[in-house]
């Protein structure tokens, strides 16, 4: 059976094509495909009905869909550049997450470096707590450790 323009079938797909092409006039933006599918949207949302919906109530659905998807867009590009940041921040060795570029970079250093970093070269041996016998390769770090035993690590 041949379709002929007559058939309701044939009037619904240019009825749809006709709206496509108005919207693609009103958003130039949207392609063919993206056109057919805010359509089929607004029917879903509109009960699965387009027959005797008014153009006016039409565009205000098709309005409020695109805001939906700007918001979902904007928040999954957020996501994937807050996913990149921690990518960034990211130990390549033990995969350890870091909050700051500077910390992670410090950590390869210390944790990942064949020679020693160069404040430890000074010091050429670890020191270690004389209250729980932790060791520490920084004085700074010793000096820090210090204040949870209770002990003014400057002795006054």
């Given at each position: 059976e041949v379709s002929t323009p007559d058939t309701p079938q044939m009037n619904q797909m240019s009825g749809l094509t006709g709206l496509a092409n108005l919207i693609q006039k009103k958003h130039p933006g949207y392609t063919r495909k993206e056109a057919f599918e805010l359509i089929k949207s607004v029917r879903n949302q509109n009960g699965g009905k387009l027959v005797g919906?008014?153009?006016?109530?039409?565009?205000k659905i098709a309005k409020d869909i695109g805001r939906r998807?700007?918001?979902?867009?904007?928040?999954?590009?957020?996501?994937?550049?807050?996913e990149g940041l921690k990518l960034k921040r990211t130990c390549p060795f033990?995969?350890?997450?870091?909050?700051?570029?500077?910390?992670?970079?410090?950590?390869?250093?210390?944790?990942?470096?064949?020679?020693?970093?160069?404040?430890?070269?000074?010091?050429?041996?670890?020191?270690?707590?004389?209250?729980?016998?932790?060791?520490?390769?920084?004085?700074?770090?010793l000096k820090r450790h210090l204040r949870i035993h209770g002990e003014n690590p400057l002795g006054f």
């Open positions: 919906l008014k153009m006016k109530r039409f565009f998807n700007i918001t979902k867009m904007r928040e999954k590009k957020n996501q994937e550049g807050s033990c995969f350890k997450i870091f909050i700051e570029m500077f910390s992670r970079d410090r950590h390869i250093r210390i944790m990942h470096s064949k020679q020693p970093a160069k404040r430890f070269r000074k010091l050429g041996r670890a020191l270690e707590c004389s209250k729980c016998s932790k060791t520490f390769y920084d004085e700074a770090n």
